[in-house]
């Protein structure tokens, strides 16, 4: 699976809009990017996912280049509670073998 | 909805003792994977089932084994019980077929202390 390189901390204004960006260089063709975060020691959480078209869902917006080579994840009104350590994960689909690999992630801290 | 069940939420174990972790996924979902993530660490992959049979390893000590059970929950088994193995223990479930559409789910997690 391709690596995945993100800031390692960003700050933002409660109720702006937050924009994690996220660079997968060696993405191939069959490779999805999801985004996942983790508020303090609790379980992983999916946010979303796309292939190479922009996707938007409840939670966030995800805008992937045009040659698939990064990404940026959006909150649109950032709150505190989107406080967390946001992972981009680049995966394969399918196959029994497919597992989220889980670098370094960027810590989101939104302030007052 | 139901969620990942994780038990126990916490444990706390001596050095050389064993321990086990149990997980329950989202019904139907028909693949579990285990993750280890230690303190300040990143989540890291140990071992994943799918319709009960090993389906990937990572980077799993031979001091810790693994199953699923016909119910398809799972239990992490962990023996001779290191310092170093204190962390928080999380299960994913998902299901395969729909697993990239849906993203995996992950439990609460076990955190556990081994002093």
């Known amino acids: 699976d391709a690596k995945t390189t993100q800031p390692t901390s960003m700050d933002c204004a409660e109720g702006r809009a937050a924009n994690l960006p996220c660079n997968h260089s060696t993405i191939s063709g069959n490779e999805y990017v999801y985004w996942y975060r983790q508020i303090h020691s609790q379980g992983p959480q999916y946010i979303i996912h796309?292939?190479?078209n922009n996707e938007t869902n409840e939670m966030a917006s995800l805008i992937i280049t045009e040659d698939r080579k990064s990404s940026t994840l959006i909150l649109p009104h950032a709150t505190l509670r989107d406080t967390a350590v946001y992972y981009c994960i680049v995966m394969g689909y399918g196959g029994a073998t497919n597992k989220l690999i889980f670098g370094t992630g960027t810590l989101l801290a939104v302030q007052p | 909805a139901a969620g990942v069940i994780q038990s126990p939420r916490h444990l706390i174990k001596e050095k050389r003792e064993t321990a086990t972790l149990k997980c329950y996924p989202i019904?139907?979902?028909?693949?579990v994977y285990w993750y280890q993530q230690g303190p300040g660490q990143d989540p890291q992959f140990l071992i994943s089932f799918y319709e009960k049979m090993q389906s990937d390893k990572g980077s799993i000590p031979d001091r810790f084994s693994a199953q699923q059970f016909s119910d398809y929950h799972s239990e992490l088994n962990m023996s001779s019980l290191e310092l170093g193995d204190s962390a928080l223990y999380f299960c994913?479930?998902?299901?395969?077929?729909?697993?990239?559409?849906?993203?995996?789910?992950f439990g609460s997690g076990t955190r556990l202390t081994v002093v």
């Open positions: 019904p139907r979902h028909d693949t």
């Open positions: 796309g292939l190479k």
């Open positions: 994913a479930s998902s299901l395969l077929l729909t697993g990239v559409n849906s993203g995996y789910t």
